[in-house]
């Protein structure tokens, strides 16, 4: 089945602990991005990736890291959590951009449901 | 800040009327244009897409694009108690996506 896996789904930790949310996809896909989505807010991109070793930053990177060491999986890095990082994280996938323009469909993980206290 | 703007509702409807949802956005350069629909507690799901001016129609989804006035809609013909979700709005130029805050549409029965 098609699909992007998040791990994990739910996770409560305290202030400065280090963690990384993991994303994997078995599409094959390209473009890798990681949204927190806070009430009133909306979806907020954090970091993108092309492909494998090429990432970027999104509208609200600050406080997070990522990497691309292979195709299917692209990690969340909170080297030091903090309390304002408490959110639901998605994980999408697509295909990738044709030439320009970007017209794909992205593919959502189940999300991870974040606590820092 | 490049951002795209949706009324946030909610939008009551009738079942079996037609929702209207509606979205702006600021940045002239953006190539496509998707609608989502999430469910609470779950994830987005691609409803359409549209990266042409004019209309795109998909069984009871109409989405219209008008890149001119910035502006693109969703309509919703016949809803259905089931299309009672959040509708979110994203826009891409080149690799970056830029999400609305959703409308909250309820179908009454």
């Known amino acids: 089945e098609a699909q992007v896996t998040q791990n994990p789904r739910y996770l409560i930790t305290v202030t400065g602990k280090k963690l990384t949310v993991t994303c994997s996809q078995n599409m094959n896909h390209e473009y890798m991005s990681w949204y927190r989505q806070d009430p009133g807010l909306g979806l907020r991109q954090i970091y993108y990736s092309m492909n494998v070793e090429v990432t970027d930053k999104g509208d609200v990177p600050e406080g997070y890291k990522v990497s691309r060491k292979e195709k299917r999986n692209f990690p969340l890095i909170l080297e030091s959590p903090s309390p304002n990082q408490t959110s639901l994280y998605f994980c999408a996938s697509s295909l990738g951009p044709r030439d320009s323009s970007f017209t794909d469909t992205q593919y959502f993980g189940p999300g991870t449901r974040l606590t820092v206290l | 800040q490049k951002e795209v703007e949706q009324n946030s509702g909610p939008l009551s409807v009738p079942e079996g009327a037609i929702a209207s949802l509606n979205c702006t956005y600021s940045?002239?350069?953006?190539?496509?244009f998707f609608w989502y629909r999430q469910y609470s507690g779950k994830s987005p799901e691609l409803i359409m897409f549209?990266?042409?001016?004019g209309d795109k129609e998909d069984g009871r989804f109409t989405a219209q694009l008008n890149k001119a006035s910035q502006y693109v809609s969703l309509l919703i013909r016949d809803s259905q108690p089931s299309d009672s979700a959040t509708y979110l709005c994203a826009v891409t130029s080149y690799q970056k996506v830029t999400f609305g805050t959703g409308t909250k549409l309820q179908v009454i029965p």
């Open positions: 549209i990266y042409s001016n």
């Open positions: 940045d002239r350069g953006s190539q496509s």
